[in-house]
């Protein structure tokens, strides 16, 4: 509705953000140092979006300020899920929704290759601890979807479709490639764990 605000926990780049222009006002929340300086400088000419820090275990949100709130990865990386539970129930206005992406599985020594990449240490959780931790906080489960299968099929698709834009693009520098050579091994692990059913990915609508 009109004057709507929406919260974005770790877009990581500026399309996510963009894609809810429905909405008055957007809180981007970026907890990754690495990204969120292009994440302000991408967005700086939206006078609807405003780029914030965000600590997984330690920022407390502002209470009942967001009508809508979109969390991509948070819980895969906090150690403390049932305080980021509390955080999202804290920040929605009564009767507001929350849509959370999330890996779910139990930690171990075989997910270092699988998130190597990535820019923090896995925090996995098995899913009833998620569920145990949203309840708590005060959130009703309205659905829990495993979307491992789709999400398995979207990044061979993004896979597929780099090598195209690749080969019709200037050829990558070396240190272009060491990336692009770790980007895919840590792929090929989580898949690899995915298809085993080691991990899952979840969304929760709450």
């Not at 609807?48 to 991509?72: G, H, K, Q, Y």
């Not at 959370?100 to 990535?118: Q, R, V």
């Amino acid at each position: 509705g009109e004057g709507a605000s929406i919260a974005i926990l770790g877009p990581g780049l500026a399309g996510p953000a963009e894609s809810y222009g429905a909405y008055a006002h957007a809180h981007v929340f970026e907890w990754r140092n690495e990204t969120r300086a292009v994440l302000k400088a991408s967005l700086a000419q939206d006078a609807r979006i405003a780029v914030e820090p965000f600590d997984l275990d330690l920022t407390t949100l502002a209470a009942e300020t967001c009508d809508a709130l979109v969390s991509f990865d948070e819980f895969t990386y906090a150690s403390n899920p049932a305080r980021l539970a509390l955080q999202i129930a804290r920040t929605l206005k009564p009767g507001a929704k929350a849509v959370i992406e999330t890996y779910a599985g139990a930690n171990g020594p075989d997910l270092a290759t699988a998130f190597a990449s990535a820019f923090a240490e896995p925090q996995l959780h098995v899913r009833n601890a998620l569920l145990h931790a949203l309840g708590e906080a005060g959130l009703d489960v309205e659905s829990d979807e495993d979307i491992s299968a789709a999400h398995s099929a979207s990044a061979r698709e993004a896979f597929e479709t780099f090598s195209q834009r690749a080969s019709e693009g200037r050829p990558p520098e070396a240190a272009e490639l060491r990336e692009i050579g770790w980007e895919i091994a840590t792929w090929r692990a989580r898949l690899h764990l995915l298809a085993l059913g080691r991990i899952q990915r979840h969304r929760f609508a709450v």
